[in-house]
């Protein structure tokens, strides 16, 4: 299965211009008949239809078929949201769906492409099935938080996420999104007023709200209220992902520590945040997760990676103990500590898993199951297999190289509906 994401931008002002100055000749050559009646003329909707056209080319690229713009046609449901028609070619099973969302005089379009590959394999048959193998025994504390057939979103928990910056706004779509994917009812995203329109358009199911930013395009101070407020009004906050490194995010996430009473999950920068004040890590409680990988709890210990590495199992158990929180120590077999001693080490070893981002859906995947109910350690042991399993599975099909983060993103919950098929 092809599986793309598109995005594009346009000055609402850009296509004013561009309809004074070419007139009807332009429209006619880029819009079909419905969609200039749906219009009528207005700006702001035939920018928003053409940054959705420019998102579907985006998407198609790298794929057998081509589509130019006049052959794109996206027009507003019965619900008023946008559906694309692909006209006079075959679309070979293609599917697409848009979103669109106008922002400080931009049109902002997101394009989501599936389609099977021409060039996949033929399925095994069936004593083949299951290429992947059996996946390795769970852990024992593995549980699924439950999934009640009268629940609805405020059933299943808030999840708000304070990620992202400017240049690393991929961070803040892998966790947010892997939080919905998890199961959370709601996932809110506070990002930056200058990354604000990047996420607004990328993230379809998650609420990406603007914060006040100290320097473009990253949050600090400023932001600390507001922040605080959607916090403690949540199931669960998670910080960290792509934060940046500016002073003032780093500060506040200082602060968010000492002040939020819910529980969070610390990944990524906030570790960094909090390798700088040692002080706070002696009292942060049995409701913080803190996800490192191996150099990020070198930082966080003042220990050599080398020594981190050599022992794993003792260097996690004293960290939980000493901060008083669950540490995840990521790597192969993941280890889980608890500060009450508990200890788990997941059996994966999934090369595939090593590269950039995978760490920001484990972090959303845990926030999101501890929205649902479960408690940290819990949902750490939980996600930590849960993530790994869907790595396993896509380096069966892809190889132990080339897997994208968010590939993993609709891969957990086949992995999550088969754990509960079986039980766990």
Known sequence: MIRRQGIDVLAIERMALAVRRSGEGFLGRTF??????????????LAGRWAAKEAVIKCFDGTPICFPRRRIEVLPAETG???VSLLGADARGARVQVSIAHQAGMAIASAWLEMPDPGARPADPPAAAGAAGRPPAAPEAVQLPDRPAHGHKGTFGTVVVVAGS??????????????????AGIVRLLIAEDVYPILAAKCTEVMATPV???VPGAIGGAALELVTGHLEAAAVGLVGPGLGRAPASWRLVTDLVTRVRRPLVLDADALNALAERPDLLRSLGPDRVLTPHPGEMARLTGR??????ANRREAAAAAARDW?????LKGAGTLVAAPDGRLSEDPHEVPALGTGGTGDVLAGLIAGLVAQGSDPYTAAVTGVYVH?????????RLGPAGLLASDLLPELPPVMRDLRESGS
Request: glycine fraction near 12%; hydrophobic fraction near 35%; charge should be neutral.
């Open 81 to 83: 949201a946008p559906t």
């Open 166 to 183: 400017r240049g690393y706004t991929g961070a803040a779509y892998l966790c947010s999104t892997a939080s919905a994917r998890a199961g």
């Open 388 to 396: 790994a399993e869907a790595g396993r599975r896509l380096q069966a």
């Open 304 to 309: 050599p990676t080398a020594e981190i590495q």
């Open 32 to 45: 079909t008949a419905a969609e200039l009646a749906y219009c009528g003329g207005r700006p702001e909707r």
């Open 212 to 214: 006040p930013e100290d």
């Open 324 to 328: 008083g929180a669950v540490v995840v």
